[in-house]
């Protein structure tokens, strides 16, 4: 049975003090045995959050880091300048990353390995654009961004990566994909990784749904038997959170 694991990714939002507030105020809200629970922060909320985080087993997360360690990479935060801030996780290669700051397949594999590497839990992303679903090309996408996302890395590494299958057109839209849609998605991930490594490896591999995910979606998305948990944007912005975090009731 994998345990849920829900993530919040607040993108570039909030300043540190307003931060520090509202992580002292949610984290208690979403303290519990039974989920996985992060916050992904900007770089500069590390510190004032992790005050809330940690005494509440929250983890804590940043939304990019670069695969090398140190080096000429204008405005790039490494593995090791993030090791005094109690990072946990991180989220590698998001569709925003992608599209606005061309990421590539390739640099997301090799920040999937330096993470794993540095004691890091990627929350790696992979997803289709609505034209890429309008064109029936979805399961094919998924396969090729979940195949270059996981070259080089072994079934043992593999257990400790999670996937967030975010599909680009339910991101921030309030469009929320069907259960059927994303399970169905989620389903074939898991084949996938089956291929990749084999299939108790792609049974223990946590695979999260986000787009739109809200307090009243949630529970339905989490029944699914392939969707593992949540990374939520918008909604992680406001106490809203932790009703997502404690869809159980
Ligand atoms: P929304 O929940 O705002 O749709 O964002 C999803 C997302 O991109 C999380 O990484």
Redesign the pocket.
């Known amino acids: 049975m994998r345990k849920k694991i829900i993530a919040a990714?607040w993108?570039m939002n909030k300043v540190p003090m307003e931060a520090k507030d509202f992580a002292a105020e949610l984290a208690p809200l979403c303290a519990t045995p039974d989920v996985d629970v992060v916050f992904c922060v900007p770089h500069v909320m590390l510190c004032p959050v992790r005050k809330s985080t940690t005494p509440n087993g929250i983890g804590l997360g940043v939304q990019n880091m670069h695969f090398d360690e140190f080096g000429a990479y204008t405005g790039e935060i490494s593995t090791p300048m993030l090791e005094h801030f109690g990072v946990t996780h991180a989220?590698i290669g998001?569709?925003?990353r992608r599209q606005y700051f061309n990421e590539t397949d390739e640099a997301i594999n090799k920040k999937t390995k330096k993470a794993i590497a540095a004691g890091l839990i990627p929350i790696v992303?992979v997803g289709e654009s609505l034209a890429q679903r309008e064109a029936n090309i979805t399961i094919e996408h998924l396969r090729i961004q979940t195949k270059l996302a996981m070259v080089g890395i072994s079934a043992t590494d593999a257990e400790k990566i999670v996937i967030?299958y975010?599909p680009i057109w339910?991101?921030?839209?309030g469009v929320v994909a069907t259960t059927q849609q994303a399970e169905e998605a989620c389903a074939s991930i898991r084949t996938v990784l089956a291929e990749i490594f084999d299939e108790p490896t792609a049974q223990k591999i946590r695979i999260q749904y986000?787009?739109?995910?809200t307090p009243d979606n949630a529970a339905d998305l989490f029944a699914q038997p392939n969707i593992d948990g949540a990374?939520?944007?918008?909604?992680?912005l406001k106490l809203d959170f932790a009703k997502i975090v404690n869809y159980k009731g």
Do not use: D, F, R
């Not at 339910?170 to 839209?173: L, P």
């Not at 986000?210 to 995910?213: D, H, K, L």
């Not at 990374?231 to 992680?236: E, I, M, R």
């Open positions: 990714n993108k989220i998001h569709s925003e992303c967030a975010e339910a991101i921030g839209t986000g787009g739109s995910v990374l939520v944007g918008g909604a992680s």
